[in-house]
């Protein structure tokens, strides 16, 4: 049975940093690429980065690009999503998710964690 279990949130100020991890467990890891993805209250959820099975290939969305990093431990079975320079529209809750394939095409599986809470004060 899949799972996904996402940690390291938390609340700072606007200019820190967290590392959020995620672990899957139930899947082929390393088969799989892997994104991280946000829901802000009354917003969709939106994906904003990907990183492929090889960790070769990464996507980032434009409202993060420059402050987020992607990496996998494919050894461990971990997604990493460190946040620098965390601004007060980056409060969400942030989930990991599994993609079909080894490349950030199309839409993950449709399975979620619980998240982990962001909270940046404005």
């Known amino acids: 049975q899949l799972q996904l279990v996402e940690s390291g949130g938390g609340l700072v100020q606007p200019g820190g940093s967290l590392r959020l991890s995620c672990l899957v467990s139930?899947?082929?890891?390393?088969?799989?690429?892997t994104g991280w993805f946000r829901q802000a209250p009354g917003k969709e959820r939106e994906m904003i980065s990907c990183i492929s099975s090889s960790g070769v290939s990464t996507v980032y969305a434009d409202s993060v690009k420059g402050r987020f990093t992607i990496s996998r431990d494919n050894s461990k079975s971990t997604v990493n999503l460190q946040m620098n320079n965390l601004k007060p529209e980056d409060t969400a809750v942030y989930y990991c998710a599994l993609y079909g394939q080894r490349t950030c095409n199309g839409a993950p599986y449709d399975y979620w964690g619980q998240g982990t809470q962001v909270t940046v004060p404005s």
């Open positions: 139930g899947a082929t890891f390393y088969y799989h690429a």
